[in-house]
């Protein structure tokens, strides 16, 4: 496992008010993923990172920032687009979890149809992205992206620090766990 042992601009992973964060900020780790729903590597990272988040409790914060590839996948700004509105209406995760769960289904009559079945404002749903209401807020995700060396999906840094190895169960979990062990032998 290659694992970088520098933080990348610490000052654009720190946690913000406004990023969707799963889990106390305070805990002793975070796991801060860039992400894509539309990237076939999120999609099998998805379920990983929600078993890291069970096995790891209360000692793990998680944070899940926009960083769509538009170029290689047309619909993640619009999935991202997606997800920020319903953050709006107070259901990110719901989205966020929709959309990762059926990723070959992410054009706009599909995120509309998973509006309806979250039971949010649709109407305001539509709104939010005919204006492109979010398109700020993903693009400040995507650029503390850029500025922290992300070029891909996903991307996770633990406290800071780039996540290089694998993505599968194991790997990630062991490096969520190392960080743990370096947070209480340093306190």
């Known amino acids: 496992m290659i694992e970088h042992k520098t933080a990348y601009n610490a000052p654009a992973l720190d946690i913000r008010p406004r990023d969707h964060i799963q889990g106390s900020k305070d805990a002793p780790v975070t796991l801060m993923e860039y992400g894509d729903y539309q990237c076939p590597y999120c999609g099998m990272a998805y379920p990983v990172v929600k078993q890291v988040q069970r096995r790891m409790g209360e000692s793990m914060c998680f944070v899940f920032r926009n960083f769509p590839l538009t170029e290689a996948h047309p619909f993640s700004e619009g999935a991202a687009e997606a997800a920020e509105a319903a953050g709006e209406q107070g259901k990110f995760w719901e989205m966020h979890d929709t959309l990762y769960e059926n990723q070959n289904a992410l054009a706009p009559e599909d ?77």
């Open 111 to 187: 995120l509309v149809g998973y509006a309806q079945l979250l039971h949010l404002n649709v109407p305001r749903f539509i709104t939010d992205l005919k204006t492109h209401a979010h398109a700020k807020r993903i693009r400040e995700d995507f650029l503390s992206g850029v500025r922290s060396s992300v070029n891909g999906t996903p991307t996770f840094f633990i406290n800071g620090v780039r996540h290089d190895g694998a993505s599968d169960f194991e790997t990630l979990l062991a490096a969520v766990r190392a960080r743990l062990e370096g947070v209480a032998t340093s306190a």
